[in-house]
């Protein structure tokens, strides 16, 4: 079974320049998260989807930053303009269970963002 | 923010040692999570806990969690080499589900 694919894995972009990260989950999870992780720091939640539903969306910088899942599978996360602050692994994850995390999520390996 | 953080920052150790390292959380859970992370494999899940429970065991790995004083350990008995990793604790808060990751613990084991 596949795990949870995400590209690009690398991306150097200008800073004011725009970037979209895409995200497949495992098939039949209903729950999707992406999560910005800075060098030597845990990750931190930036939006969790319920099938197409974003339920929260509470620490994503609305005003740079946008997501989408369409029809409840794939999503994509756009940044426009990009920050030098930008710069970090960018991750997705998916789990099969329904509300908060009680249970197992299968992370991808990231998109590692540098902004020059 | 950060919810939970991990100690030691940091863990070196001999191969075949064991490795403890802790978690402390602020605010009344539902359940914690164990995280490893490495170059080569991204995030992977180690352990779940429930807030009713109090030790979990998975092959080498030993979970506790005391929600009287808000911490969990993980425990990984006869450390091997592959163990060298970051790990971290993921809490999903009581009434906001919301996971949070704490600041994790980077271990190397030394062959």
Redesign the interface.
């Known amino acids: 079974e596949a795990g949870v694919v995400q590209s690009p894995r690398y991306k150097i972009i200008e800073k004011k320049q725009p970037v979209a990260f895409w995200c497949n989950p495992i098939s039949g999870h209903n729950t999707l998260y992406w999560?910005l992780q800075n060098l030597?720091?845990?990750?931190?939640?930036l939006i969790?989807y319920e099938n197409e539903e974003a339920?929260?969306d509470s620490q994503l910088p609305k005003d740079r930053f946008s997501a989408e899942r369409l029809k409840g599978v794939d999503s994509t996360l756009k940044i426009q303009p990009a920050e030098l602050g930008d710069s970090a692994v960018y991750?997705c994850?998916s789990s099969a269970g329904q509300?908060?995390?009680?249970?197992?999520?299968?992370?991808?390996?990231?998109t590692r963002l540098t902004v020059v | 923010s950060q919810q939970g953080e991990e100690d030691p920052q940091a863990l070196s150790i001999q191969e075949g040692e064991n490795a403890t390292m802790n978690c402390s959380y602020k605010t009344s859970i539902n359940n914690l999570q164990w995280y490893r992370q490495n170059s080569g494999r991204g995030l992977v899940h180690l352990i779940l806990i429930r807030s009713n429970e109090r030790e979990k065991h998975s092959g080498r790995l030993r979970v506790t969690l005391d929600t009287s004083k808000k911490s969990s350990s993980l425990l990984i008995t006869a450390s091997r080499a592959a163990d060298t990793a970051s790990y971290f604790c993921a809490t999903d808060l009581r009434g906001y589900q919301k996971v949070t990751f704490g600041t994790g613990t980077k271990l190397q084991v030394i062959p």
């Open positions: 999560y030597g720091q845990g990750p931190e939640l969790r339920v929260d991750l994850a509300g908060a995390l009680n249970t197992e999520a299968f992370f991808g390996q990231g």
